[in-house]
C-alpha cells in the first residue's frame, strides 16, 4: 500500500468503517499523512477567520480518518477498539484522584501534584502499550474481526466475509460460467 492508496482508504472510502482490520502500513501511512497536514496546514492560520475554519474541518476528518484506522489496526492485532480509550481512562483518573486528594487535604498541592505525576506516568505508559500494538504483526489469517487484509491483497478468490468464493476457482476452467455459480469438478472416472 502507498501513502496515496492510504489516504484514500482512510480518508474516503472507510472513513465511519470501524469494523474489519487494517494493515500496518495503511495506519503508518496515514499517520505520515497526518504529520505532513500538520505541518503545512498550519499556513492556513495565518488567514485570519476563514483559514482557522478550513484547517479545523480538515483537522476533524483527519481525527476521524485517524481514530478508525486506528480501531482497525487494533483489530489487526486481535484486540478490541475500546483498548483505544486506555489512556483517556487513566486520565480520567488521575484528575479523579487529584481532585479527591485536594478535596481532602485544601492545602497540600504536593500530594496532589505527586499523584497527577504518577499518573502522567501511567498514561504515558498507556500510550506505550498502544504503540507497541500498533506496531505488532497482524494476526496470520483470520481472526475474529475479518480476514487478514495481506491475504485478501493477493488471493483474487477470498471473499470480503473471509471465506472462499469456491467459483471463482472454476472460472479459469469455465469461463461462460456466470459469477457466483457452482461448477462441480470433473469427475476422474
Not at 500500500?1 to 474489519?20: E, N, P
Not at 500538520?38 to 481514530?67: D, E
Not at 497527577?116 to 506505550?128: D, G, I, K, Q, R
Amino acid at each position: 500500500m502507498t501513502l496515496v492508496q492510504a489516504i484514500y482508504t482512510c480518508m474516503f472510502t472507510k472513513l465511519f468503517t470501524v469494523s474489519g482490520r487494517a494493515r500496518r502500513a495503511e495506519f503508518w501511512w496515514l499517520m505520515l499523512a497526518a504529520l505532513i497536514f500538520n505541518l503545512c496546514g498550519s499556513v492556513l492560520l495565518l488567514i485570519p477567520l476563514a483559514g482557522a475554519l478550513i484547517y479545523a474541518g480538515l483537522a476533524l476528518w483527519m481525527t476521524l480518518a485517524h481514530l478508525t484506522v486506528t480501531v482497525r489496526r487494533l483489530h489487526d492485532v486481535n484486540k478490541r477498539g475500546w483498548w483505544l480509550l486506555l489512556p483517556v481512562l487513566g486520565a480520567l483518573v488521575a484528575g479523579g484522584a487529584a481532585v479527591f486528594m485536594l478535596s481532602r487535604y485544601p492545602g497540600n498541592y504536593n500530594a496532589a501534584m505527586g499523584i497527577v505525576s504518577m499518573a502522567c506516568f501511567f498514561v504515558l505508559a498507556l500510550y506505550v502499550v498502544l504503540l507497541v500494538l500498533c506496531l505488532s504483526k497482524g494476526t496470520d489469517g483470520p481472526n475474529r474481526f475479518g480476514p487478514d487484509p495481506l491475504q485478501a491483497e493477493h488471493s483474487p478468490y477470498l471473499t470480503p466475509q473471509g471465506g472462499y468464493d469456491l467459483t471463482a476457482t472454476h472460472r479459469k476452467f469455465y469461463p461462460e460460467a456466470e459469477p457466483g455459480t457452482y461448477v462441480p469438478p470433473q469427475s476422474k472416472h
